[in-house]
């Protein structure tokens, strides 16, 4: 099956810091990749839409420029919090949609993310 | 907007029993996809099983298998000959047909014990 590769797999960071996580797919081009965040013991909440070429949509109570979401490419799209804070400490994860066709959907392996 | 919900927080089985995990879901969309992820202590999430509304045949994959009942917005998964392999999280998903994005229930803890 296609692989979507995220990178790094866990970070620990100072507050005021930013970090950048890395989504790539591997075998296909991806017009549009997702971004979730996930508390412990909780379900995934969507934070942002990436299309290749264009501005991110985010979700409502995202805030967008603390989630700065770039998709300069047809496989690669980078999350960076900016001005990490521990509240922004979570797993992240993205997923890439295989060519448009949006159930077709890949799953990266996580980013966990400790603000100290 | 679409609403999925998964009422059982915690389940547990033993190995090679079966064991069935509820999902219903509310929408006004026609066409649309329905999916079970599994995410293990790894947290990668692994896709399980996929359904399309307009198809009346229930999934199968292997041990896994759904039972979509479309009138009354019902998608459970039944997991057959369960496997400790098989503990983890699990989550149902929606997708509508018009939209790009999925809306995940709240999952299901699958523990798989001796």
């Known amino acids: 099956g296609a692989v979507v590769s995220q990178h790094p797999s866990r970070v620990i960071c100072k507050s005021g810091t930013s970090v950048k996580i890395e989504c790539r797919s591997l075998?296909?081009?991806?017009?549009?990749m997702f971004w979730y965040r996930q508390f412990p013991k909780q379900s995934l909440m969507l934070m942002a839409t990436?299309?290749?070429?264009?501005?991110?949509?985010?979700e409502q109570g995202v805030e967008k420029d603390k989630f700065l979401i770039n998709h300069a490419s047809l496989t690669l799209s980078t999350l960076t919090v900016t001005s990490a804070h521990p509240e922004d400490s979570s797993f992240y994860i993205c997923?890439?949609?295989?060519?448009?066709?949006?159930?077709?959907?890949?799953f990266g392996s996580g980013t966990q993310l400790s603000v100290l | 907007a679409q609403t999925v919900t998964q009422s059982q927080p915690e389940m547990s089985v033993q190995e090679a029993e079966t064991v069935t995990l509820s999902c219903t879901y509310d929408?006004?969309?026609?066409?649309?996809?329905l999916f079970w992820y599994k995410q293990p202590p790894s947290r990668q999430m692994i896709l399980v099983i996929r359904?399309?509304?307009?198809?009346?045949q229930n999934a199968t994959e292997n041990r896994f298998s759904v039972n979509f009942q479309k009138a009354a917005k019902s998608f459970s998964l039944k997991i057959s000959d369960s496997q400790l392999g098989d503990t983890a999280m699990y989550f149902c998903?929606?997708?509508?047909?018009?939209?790009?994005?999925?809306?995940f229930g709240t999952g299901t803890r699958l523990q798989v014990t001796l």
């Open positions: 990436s299309n290749e070429g264009s501005k991110a949509t985010y």
């Open positions: 998903a929606f997708l509508a047909g018009t939209a790009s994005k999925l809306t």
């Open positions: 929408t006004s969309e026609s066409n649309y996809y």
């Open positions: 075998d296909f081009q991806a017009t549009t």
């Open positions: 359904q399309e509304a307009y198809k009346q």
């Open positions: 997923s890439a949609s295989m060519g448009g066709v949006n159930e077709k959907l890949f």
